[in-house]
């Protein structure tokens, strides 16, 4: 299942956030061998991933009462 299928599966969007930044978690290692410009990709996916969790209701509310940003394409070194 791609990531954006389980984001929008999660019981809130508290957990789908969860999903999203723990999915990409490797993508910000130093030798995650992705391109430096997919790195900085993920890093603003993931920046607009934690405005979402911010969101006071958001362990109240479906993953499908907010627009999430686009997962990037992974581009390899």
């Given amino acids: 299942m791609s990531l954006a299928n ?19 978690d490797w993508t910000q290692l130093p030798d995650c061998g992705l391109t430096s410009d ?6 603003t996916y993931r920046s ?5 969790r911010r969101d006071d209701d958001a362990i109240n509310k479906s993953p499908a009462d ?4 686009s997962v990037p394409t992974e581009e390899w070194d």
Avoid: E, G, K, Q
């Fill in 6 to 24: 389980r984001v929008a599966a999660a019981p809130n969007a508290h957990i789908a956030s969860d999903i999203a930044l723990s999915s990409t």
């Fill in 38 to 43: 997919c790195v900085t990709a993920f890093s």
């Fill in 48 to 52: 607009a991933v934690r405005v979402i």
């Fill in 66 to 69: 907010y627009t999430w940003p």
